[in-house]
């Protein structure tokens, strides 16, 4: 049975509206307006425990995963890939424990933390942004998350050339990203896969476009994704109110060997 211990990260859920990630420490203390968690009652005790706040409010405490880090957890300077995107590109991608992989566009670093969990202590994660601002934040949410062994932050326009090694899939989130195809694709393996997201059509077309011309790119495809949650009660099971529509496109593309 795992036990919370002194430096871990923790997801304390009191309700729908009342959930937290917080890293134990001695003497520490998170404050809601249903009562006080202290951190060293949590210390010691087994993951998925019931406890109490100062005002007798129930609530969990939990080991966090990836979800609770976007929804909880993360400094935020810059809008996020959402987590049914995230998932859907990291399927694409193939990636896995060991994977080299590059990512433009890191913003505030929700897909860098997903990434790197996928990734592993043996793999590496080359994130690049044009922002010092949103490395900072990525910096300090990669540390928050553990993530620091493996994950490497440069600030680089990649639109020019970029120096790193040979890599397994790169995700690419900028405004055009098909100024960015020939530069990534100097840098990806034969056969590897590109994945590349982008908010609107027009920049879906363009890129797609692209990524033809290019000749570096074959088995092409652009998808979007919509997320419905139920609302399950007796007698009453409905979907809820407000969904998660439109997002973001996403487009998938393989490095070929020689041009056509």
């Known amino acids: 049975m795992e ?3 002194e430096g871990d990260p923790v997801y304390i ?55 609770d ?3 909880r957890g993360i400094l935020r300077v810059t809008q996020v890939i959402y987590p049914k995107d995230a998932a859907f590109m990291i399927y694409l991608s193939g990636i896995g424990p060991g994977s080299r992989v590059g990512e433009a566009g890191v913003g505030t670093g929700t897909l860098t933390l997903a990434i790197a969990s996928i990734i592993g202590s043996e793999g590496k994660l080359y994130g690049f942004d044009i922002s010092e601002k949103a490395l900072e934040c ?10 620091s062994d ?14 790193v090694e040979p ?6 989130d900028i405004p055009d990203p098909w100024n960015a195809i020939i530069s990534v694709s100097k840098v990806l393996k034969s056969s590897a896969p590109l994945l ?6 027009n920049q879906v077309e363009k890129t797609v476009l692209a990524l ?25 099971v409905r979907p809820v109110t407000r969904m998660i529509g439109h997002t973001g496109y996403i487009i998938f593309a393989r490095r070929v060997l020689a041009t056509q």
């Open 69 to 71: 880090y976007y929804s």
């Open 3 to 5: 036990i919370a211990r």
């Open 196 to 201: 590349v997201y982008v908010p609107t059509t």
């Open 13 to 67: 859920y009191i309700d729908e509206k009342r959930r937290f990630v917080t890293r134990l420490r001695r003497g520490g203390v998170l404050g809601t307006d249903k009562g006080f968690v202290y951190h060293d009652e949590l210390i010691g005790k087994p993951y998925g425990s019931l406890i109490k706040t100062s005002s007798g409010c129930p609530a969990y405490i939990f080991k966090p995963l990836r979800q």
């Open 138 to 147: 990525a910096r300090v949410n990669v540390e928050k998350a553990g993530f």
């Open 212 to 236: 033809r011309e290019s000749k570096a790119f074959a088995d092409i495809h652009a998808y979007e994704l919509l997320l419905r949650e139920y609302q399950v009660e007796k007698d009453a």
């Open 167 to 172: 890599l397994d899939a790169f995700f690419l």
């Open 150 to 163: 493996r994950v490497i932050l440069k600030k680089h326009d990649v639109r020019e050339e970029i120096d």
